[in-house]
């Protein structure tokens, strides 16, 4: 808070003219110096509209120091005439006749802020002497606010208990918050956003009505990754190339020994209305452990069990959780990702009820334009490949998968012969990229984690 | 999914129309293709190798077309467009027939007992009086080697060798040898080689070598030689000088050995399929005889046309459509399923051409017809299946954990399953045979040795990540680890744990000890003994010794807490101290 004499002083000059006044021409006049006259300026500016004040610049000339000293002493030349002698008086000396100093006179108009009556050539002359500079002033042009007043009452900055108590805030006047500064950051942590997305699609599964499967078991046999689900044992998925295999546990050792003989019989010979692949299904193949790369390994289980039950009920199912895939990694590929899944079994299902299902699905990810595209898959026939019309690229992107398990699958499960299982899949994390406009998909997923990236996302609403 | 090349034009021309490129696209869509790219020669080779490079080569629009894995029919330009002009009821699909030689016994192939060992089957076929064209040779070249990458399983399961039948006599001799014994001028090569020096020139042969190794350990190696002791070929690897085919072969001898018979059928009915529309007698193909180390013999190729039997019904109901019983059979018919309406109105007979290996039970006939339906055409409905959704209980309480862990001021991090054997064992100060840990045997690098058996790792390696954050870092995860358990049918078991580090300038035990308290008291455990909960000292190489405590909840040990070693710290590039929880949550289902 500057000086209050000052301040007041200040105010009854203003009060004084009508115009205004300049800071500088104020500091001067009551020979202080400017910056307590800045001061005192901004500290009325805080106030509110008591004054207002713009600030300008004005340039003029100063003597340098050498000048300072020319303008006590003389020029350099007058110093030397009168310091000869008295006694003698050198030739040289005859040639002065009346010694006049142009340079002190010059200069001492300066000092005295009268600079004008040089003419500019005069003055550049005493700059490259380097007796002259020529300096810039900011001043303020100060003039009255709306709310001038001669007399100031101190500011309060923050609201206290004891002025709530005694209620003196009613007659106090407080400094304004300056709201364009940002608050101070909460002391929190921060959820994953992922596992943000995770949390909505759940969700959008349990809204509607889907009941989640129990996925975790990261390890699984060939069994129920592959041959369950009718993948021919010579299928390249099952090649070392795109699987992780285990070496220990290196087997699975327990079988439902029925079911794995329907199954050794359709892959091998056909049934169920199907002529099967014909070759020589091997039971070391579907015992090797692997990484699933698939949840639906799970949902084989879990169609294998309900075909298990004394009656059939429809059912409804959903995951999400990590697969494994030993893939070439890039921007977009890791060695492990989230598979999220729907499967619904029930009596009569078609596949435009499997379109019908999905477009609910996407309707509440704020995707309303699909569309299908036959493709294959070796366990669901029909298999569709979902695409939706993305409005910023102007052109259809795939965004999941989907189809209805087929009857060599179902069949030697137990399940009865009218039921029909749809089913889709997509990743987690390519809407989530999407959604956080995330390119490498290592500073999402995994210990590179950008954590400043957690920090600041935002919440996920997928509809909007 | 495999990918087929082929020139804009020409197909245009086969096609007998031209089509924008978004039309053609559009074509795609509705018959389970995709247009992948329009490109060219010149394109390629300049985006692969530099424009100068791409000087002179072809500019000729390249339409690459990616083909479902199982469309063995539609992986050249004849097979496409055939497929194309039947959807669209410009064409109706040829009937392909095996014929007998006019004039003279069909050409045999001897299998001798040898091969039993190394590749035991092969089949043969003969394409009589074809005129090949530059287009046609190289899509016949090319065909061949998309079957191979694709339906052969990288020539694994079949191989294919073709060669002028006018250069060489049969009857021709399938056997093995060892491959000392094997001596032959190999394709485009200048001298004879033995089959071992031949695997050791493609040792660095960048085609050929990923195909040695499916014979390279054997005793013997198969050999196809014709009546004068002339090699054909030497399967899966290569074929003889002697008999390639040129432009100006007439007659093709085509053999498939193989280690899948059914595979092998499929792959010689595609190769003569696909071309034999170039023979004088188009759609003809000439039988060859297989005969097998027991005296038995067949002819090839099969080219089987099998029937099957539906109802309309069921494919309006799989559907989801209500067309007449007529109406369907002629949208299989547009597929190449021949189709006829059954006397009684409601049945329709489906005939599965040759081509259509991929053709195996009814619901692939369904999906034909909905497909010639178009399914942008069915109307979407909605299942009435009513059920009431369940969470798996282990996910809900992670779920609420992780909601309560963040409001608690930790940041949660979600780290990989797999990681390197030094990630859970040396780096925590633990001895890998303590880790129960599951072992990856394929891992192209040692980021996938393991699964882990902690969060921890995944967590310090987190906060190595993120140094430059300001302090303190409070880290946690909620997810599973995977230990091997003898009690489960593979041999492991997922198990769900809460992790969380605080990594500060003070190791901050009492934060991680608030943390665990929190924990407990949204699980409504209380301190104290009996059903309460407690820690007491505990050693664990992993922590600073006397700074770990073992946790006990309702009478169980279900973790650890407490200040990391200083070699941990160390070993994960940190530098200052870092007290972690880590927690068995599913004791508390």
């Known amino acids: 808070m500057a000086d209050t004499g000052l301040v007041e002083t200040l105010l009854r000059r203003v009060e004084k003219v009508d115009g205004g006044l300049d800071s500088q021409d104020v500091a001067t006049s009551l020979g202080v110096d400017h910056q307590a006259i800045v001061g005192a300026v901004k500290s009325l500016l805080a106030l509110g509209d008591v004054i207002s004040a713009d600030q300008r610049s004005s340039k003029h000339w100063e003597l340098t120091g050498e000048g300072c000293e020319i303008a006590e002493q003389g020029s350099h030349e007058a110093r030397v005439v009168s310091s000869i002698p008295e006694e003698g008086m050198p030739q040289s000396q005859l040639m002065v006749e009346h010694l006049e100093d142009l340079v002190r006179d010059k200069l001492l108009l300066v000092q005295k802020g009268q600079a004008s009556q040089l003419e500019e050539k005069e003055k550049n002359e005493l700059k490259k002497r380097k007796l002259l500079s020529e300096v810039t002033v900011k001043s303020y042009w100060i003039t009255k606010g709306s709310c001038f007043s001669t007399t100031i009452t101190k500011q309060e900055t923050e609201l206290t208990p004891e002025m709530i108590a005694s209620g003196s805030w009613k007659e106090k006047k407080f400094k304004p918050y300056n709201f364009e500064a940002l608050g101070v950051a909460p002391d929190c942590g921060h959820l994953h956003p992922l596992m943000k997305v995770r949390t909505q699609f759940r969700q959008i599964f349990l809204e509607m009505g889907f009941t989640e499967m129990p996925t975790n078991n990261f390890i699984e046999s060939s069994f129920w990754n592959f041959d369950s689900l009718f993948q021919p044992q010579q299928h390249p998925a099952r090649d070392q190339h795109d699987t992780f295999f285990l070496s220990d546990p290196a087997q699975a050792h327990e079988f439902p020994q029925d079911y794995l003989e329907r199954v050794r019989k359709v892959h091998s010979e056909g049934g169920f209305g199907s002529q099967g692949y014909k070759y020589d299904w091997k039971i070391e193949e579907a015992q090797k452990n692997i990484l699933r790369t698939h949840t639906t390994a799970v949902s084989a289980r879990m169609l294998y069990k309900l075909a298990q039950q004394e009656k059939f009920t429809p059912v409804k199912y959903f995951s999400i959780d990590r697969v494994f895939r030993n893939e070439t990694l890039d921007a977009t590929h890791l060695a492990e990702f989230h598979q999220i899944e729907g499967v619904v079994a029930d009596y009569g299902l078609t596949l435009g009820d499997l379109m019908g299902i999905l477009h609910q699905f996407f309707n509440k990810l704020g995707i309303t334009k699909l569309r299908f595209k036959p493709a294959y898959n070796p366990y669901t026939e029909p298999s569709m490949e979902v695409f939706s019309y993305h409005e910023g690229l102007k052109k259809w992107v795939e965004v999941g998968n989907s189809g209805m398990f087929r009857p060599e699958m179902l069949l030697p499960m137990g399940l009865p012969e009218g039921v029909t299982v749809i089913a889709w899949g997509l990743s987690l994390e390519r809407p989530t990229m999407i959604k956080y406009g995330i390119n490498n998909i290592r500073e999402l997923v995994g210990h590179k984690v950008n954590l400043q990236m957690v920090y600041d996302s935002p919440v996920c609403r997928l509809d909007s | ?589």
């Open chain 2, 1 to 589: 999914m495999p990918t087929v090349s082929v020139k804009r034009d020409l197909l245009f021309h086969a096609l007998g129309r031209t089509y924008t490129d978004e039309e053609f696209d559009e074509l795609c869509f509705e018959f389970g293709l995709e247009l992948d790219e329009i490109t060219s020669e010149k394109d390629i080779i300049s985006r692969e190798q530099g424009d100068t490079k791409a000087e002179g080569a072809s500019d000729v629009i390249l339409y690459k077309i990616d083909v479902p894995a199982n469309r063995y029919d539609l992986l050249c330009l004849e097979g496409l467009v055939r497929g194309l002009q039947v959807f669209k009821q410009k064409m109706e699909a040829p009937r392909y027939r095996r014929v007998s030689p006019a004039s003279s016994e069909p050409q045999r192939l001897v299998i001798t007992e040898e091969t039993t060992a190394v590749r035991p089957h092969a089949v043969a076929a003969v394409l009589r009086n074809i005129t090949f064209t530059q287009e046609r040779y190289d899509s016949f070249i090319e065909l061949q080697e998309k079957l191979h990458q694709n339906v052969c399983r990288k020539r694994t399961l079949v191989a294919i060798g073709t060669h002028d039948l006018d250069t060489i006599s049969g009857p021709f001799t399938y056997t093995a040898k060892p491959p000392g014994d094997i001596r032959f001028k190999p394709l485009n090569q200048a001298k004879e080689y033995t089959a071992q020096e031949l695997m050791s020139l493609y040792k660095t042969d960048s085609h050929l070598r990923h195909y040695l190794h499916i014979i390279e350990d054997e005793a013997v190696y198969p050999v196809i030689y014709d009546s004068n002791g002339i090699v054909l070929s030497m399967p899966p690897i290569i074929n003889g000088d002697h008999s390639k085919i040129s432009l100006n072969t007439k007659n093709v001898f085509i053999e498939c050995t193989a280690t899948d018979l059914t595979k092998a059928k499929i792959v010689l009915d595609m190769m003569v399929t696909m071309f034999c529309e170039y023979c004088e007698e188009p759609f003809t193909v000439e039988e060859a005889e297989v005969v097998y180390p027991d005296g038995r013999t067949c002819q090839y190729p099969e080219l089987a046309y099998r029937k099957e039997t539906l109802s309309a019904d069921f494919i309006n109901r799989k559907v989801g459509i209500s067309e007449s019983t007529e109406h369907i059979a002629q949208l299989l018919t547009k597929m190449c399923l021949r189709s006829e309406v059954m006397s009684d109105g409601e049945q329709i007979e489906v005939e599965i051409p040759p081509t259509r290996s991929d053709v195996i039970h009814a619901c692939d006939i369904m999906e034909d017809a909905a497909m010639a339906y178009g399914f942008n055409n069915i109307p979407r409905t909605t299942p009435r299946t009513y059920t009431i959704a369940n969470q798996l209980p282990l996910n809900k309480l992670s779920e609420l954990l992780r909601q309560d862990l963040a409001a608690a001021g930790f940041t949660e991090a979600l780290t990989f399953a797999l990681c390197s054997q030094e990630d859970i064992a040396d780096k925590l100060l633990k001895n890998i045979s303590e880790t129960r840990a599951c072992r990856i045997s394929n891992p192209k690098t040692a980021e996938f040795q393991v699964a882990r058996t902690t969060l921890l790792s995944g967590l310090l390696k987190t906060v190595a990540a993120n140094r430059k954050m300001p302090l303190p870092l409070r880290l946690f995860e909620i997810s599973d680890v995977v230990l091997k358990d003898e009690s489960k049918d593979v041999g492991a078991r997922n198990n769900r744990r809460l992790c969380a580090v605080y990594y500060n300038k003070s190791p901050g035990f009492e934060v991680i000890h608030g943390l665990m308290d929190r924990v407990m008291q949204l699980l409504e455990i209380k301190p104290g003994q009996g059903n309460g909960y407690h820690i007491q000292a505990a050693d664990d190489s992993t922590f600073f010794p006397g700074r770990c405590a073992e946790i006990f909840a309702c009478g169980k040990s279900i973790g650890r807490l407490g200040v990391l070693h200083p070699d941990v710290i160390n070993r994960f590039e940190l530098t200052m101290p870092c007290s972690a929880l880590d927690i068995d949550i599913e004791h508390f289902l």
